[in-house]
């Protein structure tokens, strides 16, 4: 699920590209390429999957299970690409761009930086009015030059840039690559992927075989209260996750949109719902000659499917809005963008799943 997770991803990285060097986008430069590359792969995938597996051709013990693990497998791969990976700094790159400066401004800044040249021409304005005054003031200007000369050796080794040390910049891009995972959620996210793997952790929440794990007074495992506190609210997350994407769509508003940049709306709807459904069916067909996917894996199929025809994730305009300072035009634009998505899922999100139904899972 991983493998097919990450073709998603490549294949919205390969639109954003397309449409950040073709279309309009304005100073949303990398935003437009994570619009395309991250998807709403967690509450709608799950909500969908989890009403499909009561109908044919599911409706099997362990449907509805298999369905909201598959969809749970593609959010963590979406989860630690955004949050862990370089996601959100892709977006906040957008609003790293120095402010411009005015010509006041420049040059003042450009005297300060060459206080040489300075020195250097009051140096020759002194040794030009010393040939016009008289004889007996010779004396004090060439005092008065040797100290420009003595002010403009000092000033050159002032001006040496100091030699900064290899470790240090090691040392902070170490640290700065640490502080990217040393966060609750990405902690909690692996920690969870750790007692999942290995079998002695594992015992501790649920019955493993193979390990010998004495059993809480009430015959469960010693940790199952976790897991059982954790289930009765997992149930909800379905009914939540749409709840706060209609929450987040409600907020959205559209203040001003560059010049032409309804061609990025129409490019990207056109791209990620339209022509990714289409590659995700034909990945799902060519997968079927492997041992990746057998034909009676229904439900990791239709996940598939699914996944491929999602918009984006509603979790950027949160992301955008924390980087993005007052009025920004970037935001906007996503906000235009999702609007645009969000309604055009009306219509292609039904025929992808009538069709997976119907042509791509064998009845």
Not at 137 to 154: C, F, Q
Not at 165 to 189: D, N
Request: hydrophobic letters at 45%; proline letters at 7%.
């Amino acid at each position: 699920m991983v493998f097919e997770k990450k073709n998603h991803v490549a294949f919205g990285f390969v639109f954003g590209i397309l449409i950040r060097f073709l279309t309009p986008v304005g100073g949303w430069k990398m935003g437009i390429i994570a619009n395309n590359m991250w998807s709403n792969n967690a509450d709608l995938v799950i909500g969908i999957t989890s009403t499909l597996s009561q109908t044919k051709p599911f409706g099997n013990v362990g449907d509805y299970e298999k369905g909201v693990s598959y969809s749970v497998i593609m959010g963590v791969f979406a989860f630690l690409t955004l949050y862990s990976l370089g996601g959100i700094q892709m977006m906040r790159r957008d609003f790293d761009r120095k402010p411009p400066q005015d010509d006041a401004e420049a040059g003042t800044k450009e005297k300060k930086e060459n206080p040489v040249d300075e020195l250097v021409g009051g140096n020759r304005e002194a040794q030009a009015s010393r040939n016009q005054l008289p004889e007996y003031e010779e004396k004090d200007l060439s005092r008065t030059t040797g100290t420009v000369a003595l002010a403009k050796s000092t000033s050159l080794d002032v001006n040496i840039p100091p030699q900064v040390e290899i470790t240090g910049r090691t040392k902070e891009r170490v640290m700065s690559i640490v502080k990217t995972f040393v966060t609750i959620p990405t902690m909690t996210l692996l920690s969870a992927l750790v007692i999942a793997v290995v079998p002695q952790l594992r015992a501790l929440f649920v019955p493993t075989t193979g390990v010998k794990m004495p059993n809480a007074p009430d015959g469960r495992p010693p940790l199952d209260f976790i897991l059982q506190f954790a289930s009765y609210g997992g149930q909800l997350s379905p009914v939540m996750g749409l709840a706060m994407l209609g929450a987040a769509l409600s907020r959205i508003s559209v203040r001003q949109l560059p010049k032409g940049f309804w061609m990025s709306i129409a490019a990207t709807c056109f791209l990620k719902l339209i022509i990714g459904p289409i590659l995700g069916i034909l990945w799902i067909q060519g997968l079927k000659h492997t041992p990746l996917i057998n034909d009676d894996q229904l439900m990791m199929q239709l996940v598939i499917a699914i996944t491929g025809a999602m918009p984006s994730a509603t979790s950027q305009v949160y992301i955008t809005t924390l980087y993005a300072p007052d009025d920004a035009p970037e935001v906007s634009q996503l906000s235009a963008m999702l609007l645009a998505q969000y309604a055009l899922i009306v219509l292609t999100l039904p025929v992808v799943t009538s069709y997976t139904l119907l042509k791509v899972l064998p009845q």
